[in-house]
């Protein structure tokens, strides 16, 4: 039998020791990470998150199924409609790791000029604004801030923005 790529499901904050055991047992395992800016007692850090909390992808046979399953750390494997593991395409891991950069996957929040957005944090917090660009410093942007009194250019940190939904 070939190896397949399926979904694991792993108890609360335990992927990275479920994904040390099955890497131990010689099985591939696909973790996606990625880093996000936060704003922590007043600055701005980076932190890595998971792209699917408690979620890892491992390649392995379907008679290994018992082995995974019951690994430290593991909660379940995703079943398919026939009861067996549910095979995920190598289609979209390759486009996952395709979306990756140093590691990681890069999550683009690509502006237009125009979008409506939201401000989330800072001394704007919940006005609604028009993105006009992005602009120097990166992660820095230009937008246009409805007021009482008129509208105001306002240059803002690009991870305050949200977009209106």
């Known amino acids: 039998m070939k190896k397949k790529w399926r979904c694991v499901y792993c108890k609360p904050k335990s992927s990275k020791l479920a994904k040390f055991y099955l890497e131990r047992a010689g099985y591939e395992v696909f973790q996606p990470l990625f880093k996000e800016k936060k704003r922590v007692v007043g600055q701005l850090t980076e932190v890595t998150r ?3 909390p408690n979620y890892l992808f491992v390649r ?3 008679e290994d199924y018992r082995l995974v399953r019951y690994t430290r750390g593991v909660s379940k494997v995703i079943l398919g ?3 067996d593991p549910a095979e995920v395409p190598e289609e979209i891991i390759e486009y996952i790791k395709d979306q990756m950069k140093d590691g990681f996957v890069v999550l683009n929040k690509d502006y237009e000029k125009g979008d409506k957005v939201y401000i989330t944090d800072g001394p704007f917090k919940g006005f609604e604004a028009i993105f006009l660009e992005k602009i120097k410093p990166k992660d820095r942007v230009l937008i246009l801030l409805k007021t009482i009194s008129g509208e105001l250019k306002v240059e803002i940190d690009e991870l ?3 977009t209106k939904k």
Request: proline share 0%; glycine share 8%.
């Open 50 to 52: 998971e792209l699917f």
């Open 60 to 62: 392995f046979e379907l």
């Open 81 to 83: 409609d026939e009861g």
């Open 160 to 162: 305050c923005l949200q």
